[in-house]
């Protein structure tokens, strides 16, 4: 009797067992699959921009757009801001994007975890042409994506772009699903706050909100 007790707590200790690590095992993939759908759904903020200054030019009519563009770096601090005066007020932002693997985003990974960017120019279409402003050089560790330490495929990555551009095989080697040029652009009103964002499975796009009430009606000096 006393052997089939014995016998008979140990299947129920396994069975407790057994449903614990079952339990435990699904709420460590639920977990795992919520961090990973986070990482694939998470954007970054890049750039802010408002519009400092409106002018119209009492010979030619013309109404001139300045910009306050304002980048950050990877630790979210703010570069030295810069400012471009258009004679429009539809203004775009070439910049390079490059995607990685859905794997290395999944795995926050350090150097390839989101979308690496490069703000090159910020333009303005006209009929005469196009009106440019240079952000960022070809070549360099785009300055809104530096580590703290730039690693050398960092460096690699930047100075091989239009090689992996042109070449999806050698882009594949190293963990890159696309590269390409993109310009998100938007048209730019006074009043408003424009947050450009990096995509860490994606690209840029600029989301616009409304300037704190605070602010509202005030002449700023930027």
């Not at 601090?77 to 910049?95: A, E, H, R, V, W």
């Not at 706050?193 to 704190?212: A, N, Q, S, V």
């Amino acid at each position: 009797m006393k052997s089939i007790r014995t016998i008979l707590t140990s299947i129920v200790t396994i069975v407790i067992l057994a449903a614990s690590f079952y339990f435990f095992h699904m709420l460590y993939e639920r977990f795992a699959l919520q961090e990973i759908i986070k990482r694939l759904s998470a954007d970054s903020r890049v750039a802010e921009v408002v519009v400092s200054d409106i002018r119209v030019d009492p010979a030619t009519k013309k109404t001139y757009t300045t910009i306050k563009f304002l980048e950050y770096d990877a630790q979210q601090k703010p570069l030295m801001p810069q400012y471009f005066t258009f004679s429009g007020n539809i203004i775009q932002f070439q910049s390079m994007v490059i995607r990685f693997d859905d794997f290395y985003v999944q795995k926050a990974h350090p150097l390839k975890g989101k979308s690496a960017y490069l703000f090159l120019k910020a333009f303005a279409l006209t009929d005469e042409g196009a009106e440019t402003f240079p952000i960022n050089k070809v070549n360099e560790v785009p300055s809104g994506y530096a580590l703290a330490r730039t690693s050398a495929f960092e460096k690699k990555l930047w100075r091989q772009f239009w090689d992996y551009a042109l070449n999806p095989l050698a882009a594949r080697d190293v963990g890159i699903k696309n590269a390409q040029i993109e310009a998100p652009g938007t048209r730019f009103v006074p009043g408003m706050l424009y947050t450009i964002k990096i995509e860490h499975d994606g690209g840029l796009r600029i989301d616009i909100r409304k300037l704190p009430g605070i602010l509202q009606g005030e002449k700023i000096s930027f």
